[in-house]
């Protein structure tokens, strides 16, 4: 069980940048925004400026390669909403544009464009979101949280569920190693049951433990202090009031402005086109295998 | 299975972990086919990661481990489950099946053996192990010593050259603990090669022909139980403590210069041979 | 190395004039659909300051008495009870566990189950949180107690990154820093080396010296107990068979082979050596080595 918990706090990265010492709130309060901003349009040049923002911010506070990583881990889900929307999209406005076929498969313009702009979305949503949470700790996320009334019960559950992560990762490999010890080789159906049993039942019991010390330890007096403190000063709420205008003001102009529905279309050549869907088919049979065989090796 | 060498062969093998912690830095060691060889070391000495090394979970950065003949860079674990039969600490990590014969029948199916013999090895480790009673029983309705049993079946049903325990007895009261030493000299008596990682001292003084002493990853005592046991100095460099009986046999000004006791029957013989001969004296 | 120090096993603490600070009567406990009672009838009390081992067979009773204690059994554990816990005047079985905590702090055997959150100095601060001390003096006590406890400076860790033996110190200074009455240990030296073990039963000697912590650990080394305990319980299928110093108990080599218990190596030897008439058999290192000198 030693030395889980160096990942253990998901998503941060410890760092001294300016971001890193920014309040938890501001931060929260941008990224929420930059969400529904994002949502609220479909402008594919908007969302791109987005991205790029957010990856400027990231690599300012040194946590670049987090973001990239992050880019990386969801590349797989990105290259198939690209594979899938090409291929068979979900809805035209009139007829679909066909714009090149590969064989019995016709990649088709609507949809390509739609899964373009939803792999922005997913982008700037990625390395804002990089930006503002690896730069700032969990415990100081949830301690503000818990300021502005969220329940100490969630905000609990929410941390035992990051705790609970690298903890069941580890459990994983673990076990994966015990049953390899018998004979067991990994790829296959048959190897599910004797891998997720004993990783499943583990942490039945390890949970049982921790409900039991935290119920000893006091946990549910409904008269609480906190350890945690993060201090709000008067440049801390009037960043978050400047998040929330900023965030308003984006949103109006994303319905009226650009394209709150999905208004334009990309037009590709042909070639591009076939070349985008190819290389998104290669990103995600790479990505998923060398994935694998990184949860194999343990 | 006639001696044609030892059946495992360490040379200059080195292990760092991922994140830079050295855990294994140099080690070299023979094991004779049917020696039981106990290793001591304190936490962190580098114990369970030999442990690992030994059946190819780990390959080693440098030096070779060779189990019967096998250098464990060149086979798959599961190629090498044959020889080697590894023992988690914790039964929790390899217990899964519905029932106790399902359990014990998991091993020999993954090395592909057909059914009859499948069920041969299983029953010959029912009846070593004892289990006849709890075959049709979920392993996890069993209390904790009996559970441990069925985790060291399943892997004794595989029928390896060599057994490695890490820590079988972490947790045990004492007849728990006594039984898995009877298990172990059982299986000496078989001609098995047993492998024993454990803090229990006494266990390693009831079973081991030879003891390893381990500390920051390296080898720093090996022979014979009487003769590690002895040297108060390197065990405590290690930050361990022979069994207290082997203590008291030492301190005592009476056997002063003779050899290291391994257990209690052994030192009371000799002092009540003493006394009765009137050797012994304040 | 040398021998595990320890106090002469000999002198056990004298009852405290204060009173027993966990007084446990007629404590009979059996679980649902069980045949038989896991706890068939405890009665015992212990003072403030006294470390006490609690040994027996797997299935004796020892983890079913210890989570008792707090009332873990029968509130969150579902069992059948009768008799009495009384923990600093509180009903312990009636009690809400919750509200047990400042007065019973209990450490399972497993570190790791027991951590949950992400910094060391939270984790520790939990049990503070939960009984609203001043933030002032919450940061305090969490700074002296892992102080106290030898992981200073790893207020911002996350525990989990923690060694095995950092992570039961730092499940041992969660219970300590509420200054509970009476601490719980259950097996604190499951897996630990000598040198680990000597150092935990460093800690709760001074924790029961300098707090006057009653102190219950469920072990197996009788050899340690033997050194540094005070007093021994002993438990056999639910019933209490044996109480008294470490000397009394354990130099019963009898009735200890009856309840399963191994007793210390060199009370082995003394005992099947002959003790002497009317005189008691060693428990400690020192003890033996003093009576084989005089039996000749």
């Known amino acids: 069980m030693t030395g889980t918990g160096a990942d253990a706090l998901l998503a941060y990265v410890p760092g001294h940048s300016w971001l890193h010492r920014a309040s938890p709130l501001p931060k929260l309060a941008w990224l929420a925004g930059c969400v529904v901003v994002v949502l609220a349009t479909w402008d594919p040049v908007v969302l791109a400026v987005i991205a790029i923002l957010g990856f400027i911010l990231a690599a300012s506070a040194r946590v670049g390669r987090a973001a990239t990583r992050t880019v990386i881990a969801l590349a797989p889900v990105a290259a198939s909403l690209i594979v899938l929307q090409a291929l068979a999209p979900v809805a035209c406005r009139t007829a679909c544009t066909p714009v090149a076929s590969l064989g019995p498969l016709t990649v088709y313009q609507e949809g390509l464009s739609h899964a373009l702009a939803l792999v922005a979305r997913l982008l700037a949503m990625e390395t804002v979101g990089v930006a503002m949470l690896a730069t700032t700790h969990p415990s100081d996320l949830f301690a503000v949280l818990r300021r502005v009334r969220l329940p100490y019960e969630v905000s609990l559950m929410a941390m035992l569920s990051l705790q609970l992560i690298p903890q069941l990762h580890h459990e994983l490999r673990v076990v994966l190693q015990a049953q390899r010890s018998r004979g067991l080789r990994t790829t296959g159906i048959g190897a599910l049951v004797p891998t997720l049993v004993p990783v499943v039942s583990g942490s039945f019991d390890r949970l049982s433990t921790l409900v039991l010390s935290l119920e000893a330890r006091g946990l549910g007096a409904k008269a609480r202090t906190s350890y945690r403190r993060v201090d709000l000063r008067t440049v801390d709420l009037v960043a978050t009031a400047a998040a929330i205008l900023a965030t308003v003001a984006g949103t109006v102009m994303a319905i009226t402005r650009w394209g709150g529905d999905q208004a334009a279309t990309i037009v590709l050549p042909p070639a591009v086109a076939v070349g985008i869907v190819v290389a998104s088919v290669m990103v995600f049979v790479v990505v998923m295998v060398s994935g694998l065989r990184a949860l194999a090796r343990g | ?282 | 190395m040398a021998v595990i120090p320890g106090r002469d096993a000999g002198q056990a603490r004298t009852g405290d004039p204060t009173g027993p600070v966990l007084v446990v009567r007629d404590l009979r406990v059996r679980y649902p659909s069980a045949q038989t009672d896991a706890l068939a009838g405890i009665s015992f009390d212990l003072h403030p300051g006294e470390l006490v081992g609690l040994v027996g067979l797997n299935g004796a009773g020892k983890s079913t008495l210890s989570r008792c204690l707090n009332g873990i059994v029968p509130q969150l554990v579902p069992a059948d009870v009768a008799g009495s816990v009384t923990v600093d005047g509180a009903d312990a079985l009636r009690t809400p566990v919750r509200r047990m905590a400042a007065k019973v702090g209990i450490v399972f055997d497993e570190p790791g189950a027991q951590l949950s959150q992400g910094t060391v100095g939270e984790e520790v601060a939990l049990g503070l949180e939960s009984m609203a001390v001043p933030y002032a003096e919450m940061v305090a006590r969490v700074d002296d107690i892992l102080v106290r406890i030898g992981l200073d400076g790893m207020q911002d860790r996350p525990p989990l990154s923690l060694s095995g033996g950092e992570q039961q110190r730092l499940a041992l200074a969660c219970a300590l820093v509420v200054r509970p009455a009476v601490l719980v240990l259950d097996e604190p030296t499951c897996g630990l080396d000598a040198r680990s073990r000597a150092t935990v039963f460093d800690l709760l000697a001074e924790v029961a010296a300098r707090d006057g912590t009653a102190i219950v650990v469920v072990e197996h080394d009788v050899e340690l107990l033997a050194e540094r305990a005070d007093r021994i319980l002993v438990l056999h299928e639910g019933r209490l068979v044996a109480v008294g110093s470490p000397a009394e108990v354990f130099g019963d080599v009898s009735a200890m082979r009856g309840a399963g218990v191994r007793v210390p190596d060199v009370t082995a030897v003394a005992a099947a050596l002959g003790g002497r008439a009317g005189g008691s058999l060693p428990v400690t290192f020192d003890d033996a080595i003093r009576w084989l000198a005089e039996a000749g």
């Not at chain 2, 106990?38 to 030999?50: F, H, M, P, R, V």
């Open chain 2, 1 to 282: 299975m006639t001696g044609a060498g030892p059946v495992l062969v360490l040379r200059e093998v080195r292990y760092r972990y991922p994140r830079g912690v050295v855990a294994v830095d140099g080690i070299t060691l023979d094991v004779v086919a049917g020696d039981v060889v106990g290793i001591a070391g304190a936490n962190g000495a580098g114990k369970s990661t030999l442990a690992r090394l030994l059946n190819g979970l780990l390959r080693p950065l440098a030096g070779t481990v060779t189990v019967g003949g096998l250098d464990t860079r060149r086979h798959e674990v599961h190629e090498l489950a044959r020889t080697v039969g590894l023992v988690f600490q914790d039964p929790r990590a390899q217990l899964f099946a519905r029932t106790v014969v399902e359990e014990l029948s998991f091993g020999p199916r993954n090395l592909g053996l057909p059914d009859p013999e499948v069920r041969e090895r299983v029953a010959r480790v029912v009846a070593r192990l004892r289990l006849e009673d709890v075959l049709a029983v979920s392993p996890f309705e069993l209390p904790a010593p009996r559970r441990r049993l069925v985790a060291l079946a399943s892997v004794l049903a595989m029928e390896p050259r060599v057994l490695v325990l890490d820590e079988p007895t972490t947790g045990q009261d004492h007849h728990a603990t006594a039984a898995v030493a009877g298990i172990v000299r059982d299986l000496r008596a078989d001609g098995m090669t047993v492998v024993c990682i454990s803090h229990d001292m006494r266990l390693l003084a009831a079973v081991s022909d030879r003891i390893v002493v381990m500390a920051a990853g390296r080898i720093v005592a090996v022979g014979a139980p009487r003769t590690v046991f002895a040297d108060a100095g390197t065990l405590g460099a290690a930050g361990i403590l022979a069994p207290q009986v082997t203590r008291l046999g030492l301190a005592l000004p009476q056997r002063h210069g003779r050899p290291a006791v391994l257990g209690v029957e052994e030192l009371v013989g000799e002092l009540a041979a003493a006394r009765s001969s009137g050797e012994g004296s304040p």
